[in-house]
């Protein structure tokens, strides 16, 4: 009997040892080779939502490097603020034959400001880590976990993040309670999730495998249009402790106007006395609010601001009239206040502006879509769209950046998808007309 035991023990530790993970690079499969710079021999994300303001998220990420040009997806850049916390870092580097050559810890990362070069005020900070390996193929394993304080933007799987990297396993759970509901896109993935329940939790897993690496074509198409990807967006939620819930465009569009929007457009009796004193000789809306539009372009510059939920609310515009600067938030806040003085509607509209022309998902309403702010006019028979961050551009011109897309706009009756214009040749002709006297000798 004691030697059973004894025998049963060592192969515990014999089958234990070799159940790690081996990141020898040759039992990388040929075909995940092919094209890649990189390629993720692993890769779980597990996201566990214990209460809204409480979102562990655990991520173990092993990445083969095998040339300089994969260097991105060795590094590991983390994001935090007041909102979310970075609990634990840890880490190893493996050789060509998966032999461990280093290990790093969070001491072991660089932490700086995320200071853009163009943001006022900064709030966050972040955690950045890159291996000093002069020698390809190597492999880079991360562990870290993150506690965000809300649940309002969940974080999403995509497991191949571009054209050269492979992947070889990639897998994503989270973790609920049995009663919290939650809204699920997935994009170009194949089959069901594994789906557990019990009386504490309810846990989704999705996994994927061999990915092969393409390459990198001019002018292809949009990466939403082929990439695997999964979204979460929960109905009850948490923000800097605004608190809502919302299942449709139209519920999250009048949170957004009650909560971010509504008390932040009150201006000076002052201010309100100018604006109607400058539009009092113009005869129609639409030459008010172009009268009212040059005011702002004078009177205001952009500059971002990005501290705590003014990442999503605007300054008040109060403060843009007192100070002459706001960033895309904070300039159509103010401008659709200076309108309301003269009694003319405006709609606060969230883009995602860009040149890709990519519209907010009809059928899935979220926050983590659109990255800029516009303003529509919807004036009677002339619709009407404002760039407010731009000094120097025609009163009703958005340009590429923002054309032909849809957009979220919110509105005290609740949220709406509108298009915006697009541009057309007919629209961008530059016309010169020249008068010309030749005389007889030419």
């Known amino acids: 009997m004691k030697y059973t035991l004894v025998l ?56 083969t490097v095998f040339n300089e040009n994969g260097e ?40 700086m400001s995320v200071a853009d ?32 304080k809300q649940n309002l933007i969940i974080p999403r799987w ?37 789906v557990t329940i ?18 990198t074509e001019p002018f292809s198409p949009d990466p939403e249009t082929y990439r695997t990807s999964v979204q979460i967006a929960p109905k009850q939620f948490t923000y800097y402790n605004h608190k809502g819930s919302y299942q449709n465009w139209e519920e999250l569009g009048k949170w957004v ?8 457009n009150t201006l000076a009796p002052t201010t309100i006395s100018m604006v109607k004193d400058l539009v009092k000789n113009e005869k129609s809306d639409k030459d008010k609010a172009r009268k009212i539009y040059q005011y702002l372009q004078e009177k205001t ?30 300039l159509v806040n103010y401008m659709q206040s200076l309108l309301k003085a003269v009694d003319i509607d405006s709609y606060y509209c969230i883009v995602e502006a860009g040149n890709e022309k990519v519209s907010v998902d009809p059928q899935f309403a979220d926050l983590a879509q659109g990255n800029h702010i516009i303003l529509c006019l919807p004036l009677k028979g002339d619709t ?37 214009p697009k541009l057309t040749a007919q629209n961008n002709l530059q016309v010169r007309k020249v008068s010309l006297n030749i005389k007889d000798d030419g």
């Open 72 to 111: 991105d997806e060795a590094r590991l850049v983390l994001y935090y603020d007041k909102n979310t916390s970075i609990k634990a870092i840890k880490g190893e580097v493996y050789n060509a034959v998966g032999k461990p050559i280093s290990k790093f810890s969070q001491s072991d990362f660089s932490d």
């Open 384 to 420: 009407t769209w404002l760039e407010c961050t731009n000094q120097k551009i025609p009163f009703g011109y958005l340009g590429d950046f923002t054309d032909d897309r849809l957009v979220f706009a919110c509105t005290p009756e609740g949220g709406k998808l509108l298009r915006t």
């Open 257 to 264: 106007y009650n909560d971010l929007i509504k008390q932040r």
């Open 117 to 148: 070069g163009f943001s006022l005020f900064v709030d966050s900070r972040v955690k950045h880590y890159l291996p000093n390996i002069n020698q390809y193929p190597y492999t880079i394993v991360y562990n870290y976990e993150i506690r965000n």
């Open 8 to 63: 049963i023990s060592l192969l515990a530790i014999f089958n234990g040892a070799f159940a790690q993970d081996n990141y020898d690079v040759d039992l990388i499969p040929g075909a995940l080779r092919n094209r890649a710079n990189s390629c993720i021999r692993n890769e779980e994300t597990v996201v566990d939502m214990r209460a809204p303001e409480n979102v562990m998220v655990t991520v173990k990420r092993a990445i």
């Open 198 to 215: 019990d009386d504490k939790q309810k846990k989704m897993i999705w996994k994927t495998s061999n990915i092969l690496a393409v390459k």
């Open 158 to 194: 995509i497991p191949k993040p571009g054209d050269d990297v492979s992947v070889e396993r990639s897998s994503y759970t989270f973790i609920s309670k049995p009663t919290d509901d939650v809204r699920i896109k997935t994009l170009n993935f194949t089959g069901e999730p594994e």
């Open 301 to 330: 510059r952009y500059i971002s601001v990005q501290i705590g939920i003014g990442g999503m609310q605007p300054i008040a515009a109060s403060e843009v009239d007192r100070l002459g600067y706001g960033d895309c938030k904070a």
